[in-house]
């Protein structure tokens, strides 16, 4: 099991990537949701939060973290290929 772990601006520039990101419901905190991945070379959870402390004069971003199997490294592969940063780590 892994994790992919990165940033975006907003929901649109994820959703919109062809990635799979889908089924997005709300936690328990209106900041917070959850999901799925679904593509056919991956699939995964996901959870997303709206970042709490920002420093003055920087936008709050989403952090995003997907959890699935080793065919994550594909979405990482796919993330970085449209400008995110990226970090994965063993689960």
Same mark, same amino acid.
């Given at each position: 099991m892994m =994790?992919?772990? /990165?940033?975006? =601006? $907003? @929901? +649109?520039?994820? $959703? *919109?990537s062809g990635f799979g @990101?889908? &089924?997005r419901r709300p936690m328990t905190n209106s900041w917070q949701y959850q999901g799925r991945v #679904? &593509?056919?070379?991956? #699939?995964?959870?996901?959870?997303?939060?709206?970042?709490?402390?920002v420093s003055k004069g920087r936008q709050p971003e989403l952090l995003w973290t997907v959890n699935g199997d080793a065919r994550l /490294? *594909? !979405? +990482?592969?796919? !993330? =970085?290929? =449209? *400008?995110?940063?990226? $970090?994965?780590?063993p689960e």
């Open positions: =994790k992919v772990i /990165f940033r975006s =601006k $907003d @929901f +649109a520039s994820v $959703d *919109g @990101f889908n &089924h #679904q &593509h056919r070379q991956w #699939q995964g959870t996901y959870e997303c939060e709206w970042e709490q402390n /490294f *594909g !979405l +990482a592969a796919g !993330l =970085k290929s =449209k *400008g995110f940063t990226v $970090d994965v780590e």
